[in-house]
């Protein structure tokens, strides 16, 4: 699991290995539109899904289809301006919009102040479909929430993924859209969205939602996604280089390798380092 705030914490990705990746963009978006946040972004990594079998939903829809909206702006990336980096993904979406659940939910916290364009609900999700929600949140935000605070969404009402929970803010500080993150039941923290999506074909198989994704080991071999996005295919930007940071041991020293991450897959802006050959150990060494 990698953890990553203000600064490159350290990575433990099961028993495997540690290390840091530092990324930087060749250039950035020209624009974004978000609200000020102070909780901070934690990135948590893991080769797995969420859900245990299939994929959750498009929160948009047209009729009972998942439309698989334009990313203005994805988890974790860098900005030039805005949240920097930026704590959530925006899908483009027109103002009254509905807003649907991704999984079947329940109601743990709603805003209905919408002066701001800062209306939303944080929804725990049943990933399994037993009935139980699991711990996993979801902050829906830029919506105007169903209904008021008196007579409309509040705490501990239930939803199907077929129940809109509101529609998305008309523009009063920045243009109409949807932001939406995986969250703690307080949005105090925020995690990427790669769990979800990573089986759909759309939204190449959920990278367009996180800046980094798709972490995965085969034998030595460590492949990951990292790109920004703004409007999909329309202006994608990829990295300049990936640098690896290593230590043999939970009590070594990091250090620098020598070897960088390679793009293994332009397509799909996919990149891949040997972590044997990129640090030197020996069979069996934990790194």
Known sequence: MLTKSNRSREYEENRFFFLVLLVALTSLPLSAF?????????????????????????????????VWSRVNSKVNQPRSSGTNPHQGT?????????????L???????????????????LDHDINGNGTYDGYYVRYLHINPTGDSITGIKIG???????SIGVVDTQKSYAPHLHFHMTTSTASLTYKLYGFYRWVTEWNNGSHLDF?????????????????CTDNTT???????????????????WTKSSTLFTMSTPS????????????????????
């Not at 925006?90 to 991704?102: E, K, R, S």
């Not at 799909?268 to 790194?287: F, Q, Y």
């Open 34 to 66: 978000a609200a000020d946040y102070s909780h901070v972004f934690e990135e948590r990594y893991g080769t797995g899904s969420y859900l245990p079998s299939g994929n959750a939903r498009s929160p948009i829809r047209s009729g009972s289809n998942d």
């Open 90 to 102: 925006d899908l483009q979406a027109a103002a009254g919009t509905p807003v649907y659940p991704i």
């Open 104 to 122: 079947p939910g329940k109601v743990v916290a709603v805003n209905h102040d919408t002066s701001s364009q800062l209306g939303s609900v944080i």
């Open 157 to 163: 009402d239930t939803f199907t993924t077929s129940q």
């Open 212 to 228: 980094i994704s798709g972490d995965a080991i085969s034998a030595n071999v460590l492949y990951i996604n990292a790109y920004a």
């Open 235 to 253: 202006n994608v930007y990829d990295v300049s280089k990936i640098e690896l940071y290593y230590k043999r041991g939970s009590s070594g020293t």
């Open 268 to 287: 799909i802006h996919r990149w891949s380092i040997n972590l044997k050959t990129a640090t030197g150990a020996a069979t069996g060494t934990t790194i």
